[in-house]
């Protein structure tokens, strides 16, 4: 006897779920960052590759709580591709181990103004077209680009996809992470 098929993602659990896609420069680590804003933010250094990062231990706990805790799940989409499993993760102390969308060739941001051009746009188109996928959240520094921004605004409805743009200097805050979770768990109306 064949062995059941595994039972298709319901519809309430496929809209509740939601997918995260992080960047790292500009949203995780914000550099440079003055030494005063280093102690009054509880910042940490860590050496990764060859760069120096500056980050919030609190902003990347945040990630770890929300996967353990939420039908959220976390993918990185960073020019840092593979080394986000091999040097970040670790480093960063992280519990949980994130999916990686590769950089698929050597143009890294250079095309971020260009939502047809941009290798994580075409990599976002992907996966909303994908009939499977529900409601997403995209964390990159890099959406303040006009003309990509206004693409993914235009062609998706606020309910599916969330563009969270941080400043490069400053990184992901916690009005920014509260935006993530409401968006993760709306609060019904009444």
Known sequence: MAAASPSP???RRQAR?????????GVLNSYPV???RIMTEGRKKLQAWHYELH????????FDRLVETHDVDVVWLSTWSQRCKT????KFGLRNSFEVIQMPDESHNRYANDPHLWWK?????????????????????DLAAPATRDYFVEHYS???LKL???????????AHLKEIKDFAYPKEES
């Open 121 to 141: 746009a075409r990599a976002m188109e992907e996966w909303l077209a994908a009939p499977e996928h529900g409601r997403a959240v995209w964390i990159d520094d």
């Open 9 to 11: 993602t319901s519809a």
């Open 158 to 160: 606020a309910n599916r």
């Open 164 to 174: 969270i743009a941080p400043e490069f200097a400053q990184g992901l805050t916690k």
């Open 87 to 90: 040097e970040l993760e670790p």
């Open 55 to 62: 980050y919030r231990p609190a902003v990347v706990a945040f």
């Open 17 to 25: 779920h939601v997918t995260v896609f992080l960047d790292v420069d």
């Open 34 to 36: 003055p030494k005063l």
